[in-house]
């Protein structure tokens, strides 16, 4: 592969993964209700995810993978704490 379509092709997913972001963000603001709220939060870190790993490619780093990896790992506890507080009002039983 040339190194001026990898280039081009990291640009486009860097853009489009912003703009998910953007989305994201609105909805997290501009959300009807919390269960709006959460699930755009879950959007939001999946696309932060995807531009670490786009930013990894990009440097040629191993850091922005694992820190990717952190990020997906938390991301999934705080969402499914959030699900739990939102059905019994409660995380801690």
Same mark, same amino acid.
């Not at 912003?18 to 269960?35: D, E, I």
């Not at 930013?55 to 820190?67: A, L, T």
């Given at each position: 592969m !040339?190194? %001026?379509?990898?280039?081009?092709?990291?640009?486009?997913?860097?853009?489009? $993964?912003?703009?998910?972001? @953007? +989305? +994201? $963000?609105?909805? #997290?603001?501009?959300?009807?209700?919390?269960?709006?709220? /959460?699930? %755009?939060?879950?959007?939001?870190?999946? +696309?932060? #995810?995807?531009?670490l *790993?786009? =930013?990894?490619?990009?440097?040629? !780093?191993? /850091?922005? =993978? &694992?820190? %990717? @990896?952190? *990020?997906?790992?938390? !991301? =999934?506890?705080?969402t499914? +704490?959030? %699900?739990? =507080?939102? #059905?019994?009002?409660?995380? /801690? &039983?």
């Amino acid at each position: 592969m !040339s190194i %001026a379509i990898l280039h081009w092709c990291l640009l486009v997913g860097h853009l489009l $993964t912003g703009l998910a972001m @953007l +989305a +994201a $963000t609105y909805r #997290m603001v501009r959300g009807p209700r919390a269960q709006d709220r /959460i699930l %755009a939060l879950d959007a939001f870190y999946v +696309a932060a #995810m995807l531009m670490l *790993i786009l =930013f990894g490619i990009r440097v040629g !780093s191993n /850091i922005y =993978f &694992e820190v %990717a @990896l952190l *990020i997906g790992v938390l !991301s =999934f506890v705080g969402t499914v +704490a959030l %699900a739990k =507080f939102l #059905m019994r009002g409660e995380v /801690i &039983e």
